[in-house]
């Protein structure tokens, strides 16, 4: 699935691929955040209902330094697990911390989860050589992907998170206390959104991307025999649990959920 994304959907590179004893992982850009391709080695913390290939949860970016979003997000009702960072020894011996997560329990589950994740810019495990920290590297290289128009996708960027969740009303209660958002679908970023929707488990189902020309889009995926579905606003590729809608930008239209 690297390949797929880095060679022949020509996205580009945000982490390079990386062999451990726990993991197989790698980062691609799609134009204003990143997919992280996790292949464990092994899958038994994963329910029977959520077996690989699957989205598994999303990380989210504290506006706040992460002791005052936990504790904001804490005092709006949703319980956070305590901050763990993730340390290893630079070259000088000495100990740094390269993240530091926080998941969000009430929004999580065994088969998806949410979490905060603050990295540090004195993390000694990027895997580029520039002193940049994640963050910069994203704006990068959205500036580089859409300098070459977006690929053959002409891919814009990630526009909508489509979650099922068995607890529907009081998972959009929290998600708008999380955000400050007071509509739904809800807004996590100025450029992402999260629908959600009613269903047994709670999972990602599908990422819609917003494409320039959806045309261009549908010949391309076409050719590559890759397109699964085409509704004439939308088309769909999908590798098990992993499915991705492209479509062409519209205006926000917000509605409430029962």
Known sequence: MFELFTRTLALPVAWPLQRTEFATYGWVHVGNTDLELWAAASNADLPNHARPPLFHGFALEPALPLAHAIEHITASGITCKPARAFESTNPSGVQVTNFTNSVLLDLSAPSCCVFLCEWSPFATIYPWKEPVTPVQRRSQLGTELQAHGGGPLGLLGLQT??????????????????????????????????????????????????????????????????????????????????????????????????
């Open 161 to 258: 998170i489509h979650m099922g969740t068995p607890s529907l009303k009081e998972h959009l209660r929290q998600s708008q206390a999380l955000t400050g958002s007071t509509g739904h679908p809800i807004q996590l970023t100025p450029e992402i959104t999260l629908s959600l929707s009613p269903a047994q488990h709670l999972r990602i189902e599908s990422l819609t991307l917003a494409v320039r020309s959806l045309d261009v889009a549908r010949s391309f995926l076409n050719s590559r025999q890759l397109l699964e579905m085409d509704t004439g606003t939308a088309v769909t590729v999908s590798w098990g649990g992993v499915q991705l809608r492209f479509t062409e930008p519209t205006p926000r239209v917000r509605s409430s959920v029962d």
